[in-house]
């Protein structure tokens, strides 16, 4: 145990010096030369000159130090019935046996793999390949739609896509190929070859540029870890942004073990031998991060759940899975204890399971409200610990360190900043804000190792996206406040991102899409509150005169165009019909004021509004009085 505040200091005050020390965590094949360049502000790079393998650092060295025998991946899916334990040799077995196989089909250090998988062993195999290679995998979740992959495959160009016959929802079996096949179609760039894992669920049917997971996998000559550059990226993990086209993640090979590996013992108290779950899905960052990465970093045992956490096959499918592999740290999305208290209020089924293992609960991906933390510390007796992160740092920037120094917690903060993070509250100006007042949440730069370095292919978006707002600043995308003890309080988005059940979601992507029904003259989506989800995005449409459509067959053709172009993940489900939307006198929609009204908040009306009797008109559907 350390001390926080001295901790936190010295890493602002030398940054160097605090993460050399940290990088002495990582197996280097070269070590660094630099461990901050800062020779092209705003670009900062760490560890530059160090070379090393992520994947070695994942497994190869746990087997040389003999842990081979130790559990490394612990695969559970209740919805098909499954379970088995991966060691640390049989995960290196398999892993260099894959890395080999996209080696034999051509896949090089610097080429992209996209995995459109689900969430199977094979997925953290084929991530953990690409890694031994220096090949860049760039994951994208299943309950994205074949355009959304489309769009993704467009900007990766992959050589080679790794997917799977099917995913498994618990009301239906979601044929993956087919979803494959279509987004290949209308994508410009065509990957040379697809593998694919044929699960029994659903066969896929083969063409000529398809590769069968099992049949290269039998062939395959085991390749070894190609040593990379620090600088090097691992991975492109899109994300939403406030247009519709997503922005390609960057993450880098040295910036990231070292990050990952200081967070797993500081931040989540966890190290070798631990068992450690993320409950959540490998295409978003929290799967990258803490399913895959970070606990094979530091030798710990993960778990990977296939399944949700209520009806499989019932609200107690978390307790049970704790118990049964002694899970010592569980971090999932708030979204998910809603759920469960919403099927088990009283936490009965909590009674037949054994979860003294479980010493920590940790809560990110969206805004942990007051009455779900008290609500889980109630039923857990255990400490709740919100933090807050984005898939552009890749591990969090506000928490309570439990393994350095855990400190109160207050319900509604996410508590404190990560060593590393300089967090400041700015005002309009980008002047620091004292505490009390909200404003722009923003990092000072450099942001520390594991952050993004930039958009994949787009310097120019990465500076005008995050770094120009406010000069010598990383603008995080949301508003809050410091209190007077410097625990940060997260308030939520300041642009239109919104965030459904922990998946963050582009309102642009939905626009666009509405946008382009022959009846639609424009139209708004916004994320209204949601007691299960936090927030559901809900589109409004201003139909073109003289379209004389059936408003609820217009409705239902709306609903199913989402569904078909961004994907059930967007969980679009309520669109309404409004005369006009309340726009500023340079045509902005006002979609603050909007959503405020729809949540039932103070809106005052904006003085930039154009007209403001359209508040009045659409009031009864933002209030949903409509329906
Ligand atoms: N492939 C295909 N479809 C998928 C999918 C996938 N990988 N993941 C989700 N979907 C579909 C679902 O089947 C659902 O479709 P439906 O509209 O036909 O029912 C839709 O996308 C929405 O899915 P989801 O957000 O999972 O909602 P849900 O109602 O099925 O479950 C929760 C709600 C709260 C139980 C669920 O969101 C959950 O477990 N969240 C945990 C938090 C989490 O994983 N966060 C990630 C970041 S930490
Ligand atoms: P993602 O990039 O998908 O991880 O989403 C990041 C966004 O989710 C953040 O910018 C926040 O808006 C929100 N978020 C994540 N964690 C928290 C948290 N603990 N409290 C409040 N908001 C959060």
């Known amino acids: 145990m350390g001390d926080y505040h001295t901790t936190y200091q010295r890493s602002l005050l030398d940054p ?5 020390e940290a990088a002495e965590a990582i197996d280097w094949i070269r070590e660094p030369e630099q461990i901050l360049d800062a ?3 705003p670009f900062y790079r760490w560890f530059t000159g160090g070379v090393l393998n992520t994947c070695y650092n994942a497994l190869d060295r746990h087997v040389a130090a003999g842990r081979g025998g130790q559990a490394a991946l612990i695969y559970d899916s209740p919805l098909t019935s499954s379970k088995a334990t991966y060691s640390y040799a049989e995960l290196l077995e398999q892993v260099a046996a894959f890395a080999g196989a996209l080696r034999a089909i051509g896949v090089e250090q610097g080429d992209r793999v996209i995995i459109y998988m689900p969430m199977v062993p094979e997925a953290v195999v084929a991530m953990l390949a690409c890694a031994r290679l220096g090949a860049v995998h760039s994951v994208v979740f299943g309950g994205f739609a074949p355009n959304e992959l489309a769009v993704r495959i467009d900007d990766a160009k992959p050589k080679v896509i790794v997917s799977a016959s099917c995913g498994i929802e618990p009301t239906r079996v979601v044929e993956y190929k087919p979803m494959l096949d279509r987004a290949i179609e209308i994508a410009g760039h065509k990957p040379r070859h ?3 894992l044929q699960r029994p669920q659903a066969q896929a049917h083969l063409a000529e540029r398809d590769l069968d997971w099992a049949a290269v996998m039998a062939a395959a000559q085991p390749a070894e870890c190609v040593p990379v550059a620090a600088t090097d990226p ?3 993990l899109y994300t939403s942004g406030t247009t519709g086209k997503p922005k390609g993640v960057v993450r880098d090979n040295g910036g990231h073990a070292v990050a990952l590996a200081w967070s797993m013992p500081n931040i989540y108290g966890v190290s070798v031998g631990d068992v450690y779950w993320a409950a959540s899905d490998v295409g978003w960052v929290v799967g990258h991060s803490y399913i895959v990465y970070a606990p094979l970093l530091v030798g710990a045992t993960t778990v990977l759940y296939e399944g949700k956490p209520v009806g499989t096959p019932d609200a107690g499918a978390f307790w049970r899975v704790v118990a049964e592999h002694r899970v010592k740290a569980l971090f999932t999305a708030p979204t998910a204890f809603r759920a469960i208290k919403k099927e088990d209020p009283s936490a009965v089924l909590l009674a037949g399971h054994d979860i003294s293992s479980l010493q920590t609960l940790f809560l990110a991906g969206e805004r942990l409200d007051p009455e779900t933390y008290r609500w889980a510390s109630d039923v857990l007796g255990i400490p709740v610990v919100d933090h807050w992160w984005q898939t552009e740092t890749g591990w969090p920037i506000c928490a309570n360190l439990r393994g350095l ?17 300089d967090v400041q509250v700015l005002d309009e100006h980008g002047t620091p804000l004292t505490y009390g007042h909200e404003g722009a949440i923003c990092v000072k730069l450099p942001l520390p190792p594991g952050c993004l370095p930039t958009l994949w292919g787009d310097d120019e978006r990465y500076v005008a996206s995050y770094l120009s707002a406010f000069p010598g600043w990383y603008l995080t995308g949301d508003g809050g406040y410091k209190d007077d003890e410097g625990y940060l309080y997260v308030m939520g988005r300041t642009d239109d991102v919104i965030n ?10 939905m626009e666009a899409v509405l946008a382009q029904h022959p009846a639609v003259a424009e139209c708004a989506v916004i994320g209204v509150h949601d007691e299960l989800k936090g927030q559901v ?9 003289g379209a004389s459509a059936d408003p609820a067959q217009l409705q239902s053709e709306l609903v199913a165009a989402v569904r078909d172009q961004v994907g059930p993940v967007a969980a679009f489900k309520e669109v309404a019909i409004v005369p006009a939307l309340p726009k500023t006198r340079s045509g902005k929609i006002l979609r603050k004021t909007m959503r405020q009204i729809a949540d039932g908040q103070d809106a005052p009306t904006p003085s930039t509004i154009e007209d403001a009797s359209v508040l009045d008109k659409i009031r009864p559907a933002l209030l949903r009085q409509d329906t």
């Open 16 to 20: 160097e010096g605090f993460w050399r």
């Open 39 to 41: 020779a092209n502000p």
């Open 194 to 196: 697809c593998i694919i």
């Open 234 to 236: 691992l991975y492109i």
């Open 405 to 421: 120094d855990p400190m109160p917690i207050k319900p509604g903060s996410p508590s404190v900043p990560v060593p590393g993070y």
């Open 500 to 509: 459904v059940a922990g998946h963050r979601l582009s309102t642009g992507a």
């Open 537 to 545: 995005p809900r589109g409004f449409v201003v139909l073109k005169a």
